[in-house]
């Protein structure tokens, strides 16, 4: 992950303890051939303790084991006379249906009705007789998987070895994970076998399993023609705000951009680095919004997009994100009001007009606007039902007559009807 995450090396001068706010030091386990950190250890300058950890080139401040990764550093030995050059790392994108990788049994190549914009992917009804396969020099494997109410489970295998069982369930909404598989494996050529195992969580309504695609990391040239190619701009989950864009675009060229929980999303700019709660491919750092791992006064822009109502303490969370901006530096912040519950079970407070106003209206230069007009809020709500296809001439109406509502009335008096409240402002000196 080196093309997406090597600008880290920008920011780890910022890097601190996420619970006591105190300096760390970076331990390198594996660099790279420009002398960058491919993986090791984020450990508290003060009390030794392993408070986060590199993995292909991502900080990890949660969802690591600290007692094994502790009892890992203790245990480490640098190379006599230093690490010396290390490789130059590229990663490959490894698709049973574009190529690099084999699929025998019942696979099929479909574009789910559920989710039509992101091309085909590969589908089995779960038989354990389907696999996946591939071989090739890699030092680090990930992969992306839909998962759904049918959603069953699979096992990978590396090399004989099993690395992980993957269960594909998920309630109410689908969604598409991103999934480390396999980390610093040892230097040379690796099989790697994907197969169903006929069985699924208690809760689901099948054992069907979806993949989209490997994600090989290993040296240059270690699959010709698969090459995975860094976007300028990407946004998998909730597009970019076009609000938020004009707020990074006003920082300077030697200025820096925080997104707190930007989800699988990454923007091609130096300045610019993407937190987030959940492991997916884009975001640099994993971390909680509620302990950013930033030193103070660090940010000239810091944003934050759907987010506010996926915490469980949203006041600690907007003193977090003023904490980390720098005098005079700019907050954009927006949240759910109107809004049916989403991303369950991590939905749990939705915010007013007023509670933004609560949180964040001492900033200087403060303003607030709302998006997301009435006909979409309700037309969402009554999607949100269970089976909403029962509702489908009754929802179209519905949406008509809420839309012909907007026509009668003005822009201000659809603030307290919104689906969200965006706030910007300025932290003060």
Sequence with gaps: MKALHARNARFLHLLRCPETGSAVELVPRVTDRDGLTKSGWIVSASSR????VVRNYKLRFIGFDEPSEAAALLAWQPPPGGAGPGLDYADFTLDPI???AVASGGWQSVVPAFDTSSGPMLYSNGSPDDTISFSGEM???????YCHQWGGLASVHVDGQLVAEICTYAPRWGKTRYMELATDLAPGLHHVTLRPLGRAHAAARGQQVFIREFIATGPVGA?????????????????????????IAGVPAQGLVL?????????DDPRYINTEYADDEYPGVLCDALRLPFAPDAFDAVVSQAVIEHVVDPLKMATELERVAKPGGVLWVGGAFMQPVHLEPWHYFNVTPYGMR?????????SMEW?????????WLIGSLPEPERFTALRAQVKEAMQQIESQVTNSELFDVASGVIIRGRKQS
């Design 49 to 52: 303790r392993v408070v986060g």
């Design 98 to 100: 574009a190529g690099g």
């Design 139 to 145: 030092t680090d494997l990930a992969i992306r998987i």
């Design 223 to 247: 699959f010709p023609g698969f090459e995975r190619r860094t976007p300028a701009m990407a946004a998998r989950a909730l597009p970019h705000d076009h609000r938020l864009s004009e707020v």
């Design 259 to 267: 997104e707190v929980g930007g989800g699988d999303r990454f923007i």
């Design 358 to 366: 609560q949180l964040f209206g001492h900033l200087g230069d403060f």
């Design 371 to 379: 998006n997301g007009n009435l006909a979409f809020t309700v037309d």
